[in-house]
């Protein structure tokens, strides 16, 4: 496993520096630490939180690049990851507006648009990550992100919660038996959902992690956020398409607005649009955004 952990220097990448490290640490990963200097006032204090950084992982005897470029973050970072394969990249996010489509700073949304690794957004305090909630529309779009999620759940011993949010019926249908009405009896089920949910539970169990699903019921965007907030998690796990051009990424409604609310660590994955474009078709949920 192949970490890029990236710094600026401001205090959220120093977090992100602190959360990234744990990883790499946990997992027994390779760790590059990547600070972009925009400006020559800034290189003194980028170059000594990478260093710090390096410190804490030469501490559990895991090596650690130091590497430094000057220029702009989001065109060194695609370009770093253009030219070394990569797991993982972890940034800081922090919060600029608290209202409108885009909350967080730009580049932070650039970077996970741009880049093809999965994107660790970090926010907020987080330090450690020990419940993490993969939000799964019970298709194989959250599937590229298993192995990782099984990974760090299994090296920071954390617990891996996979949420469902089953929509709102349309009214005509609101006096119908709701035939999946608990986790326990939907993952019992031959339904396709069912079968694909206990597919995802298993290949984490298999991986050493512990891993259980959870069945809400409403609004998907306000439904993930009480169970991100009831549930006390530092990682939530969402998902982006390729775009049209298939160069870049996009972050559907549900995605950016987690992005936006979430107080902790957001990952990102990459997903394969077309196929989970089908399952919808199938499944009538034609205005689900890109994960949900």
Known sequence: MKIL???DGSEQAERAIRLGAGIAVACQAEA?????IETPSRSEAILESLKRGQALLAEKKIPAELTTRTGDPITEIVQRTKQQAYDLVVIGAVRKETQG???MSSKSYKIIKEIRPPVLSVAGQVSTIKRILICSAGGRYIDSSL????????GMEATVTLLHVMPESPA??????????TADVLLASQSELGLSLRRQQQTLREMGAKAEVRLRHGPVLEEILRELKTGNH???VTGSAPSRSLRTYVLGDISREIVNHADCAVLVVRGQAKLDQKMDKRRGWFN?????
């Open 32 to 36: 590059t630490l990547f600070g972009i």
């Open 147 to 154: 192995p990782l999620m099984g990974q760090i759940a299994r």
């Open 5 to 7: 952990i990236c710094s």
């Open 101 to 103: 489509l885009f909350w």
């Open 172 to 181: 005509i249908y609101a006096g119908l038996r709701r035939l999946e009405e």
């Open 288 to 292: 689900r955004p890109a994960v949900v």
């Open 234 to 236: 530092e990682l939530i």
